[in-house]
């Protein structure tokens, strides 16, 4: 079978440029967290990869990102636990 990629629709457009808007802001906020502590970083940035996950899993829907950011964000929560 011959595979031939899906032709640029607004739409799809739309949900690539979101996406990397989405990664660009969750870059430049954390910078901004210099007074986090490491598992407060954790959790944020556990919940920015999981919303970037969640948008392109989905095709970009409000329910993955936002679900994707919420499983990302317990994630990154409880793997940098104190112990």
Same mark, same amino acid.
């Given at each position: 079978?011959?595979?031939?990629? *899906?032709? %640029? =629709?607004p739409a799809r457009t739309l949900s690539t440029a979101a996406t990397v808007v989405l990664a660009l802001s969750t870059t430049l906020l954390l910078g901004a967290c210099s007074g986090m502590s490491h598992q407060e970083k954790s959790t944020a940035v556990g919940a /920015?990869? /999981? %919303?970037? /996950? $969640?948008?392109? *899993? =989905? $095709? $970009?829907? =409000?329910a993955g990102t936002l679900g994707g950011a919420a499983v990302g964000g317990v994630i990154g929560h409880e793997v940098d636990k104190p112990k």
């Open positions: 079978m011959k595979h031939t990629p *899906l032709p %640029a =629709t /920015g990869v /999981g %919303a970037i /996950g $969640g948008a392109i *899993l =989905t $095709g $970009g829907s =409000t």
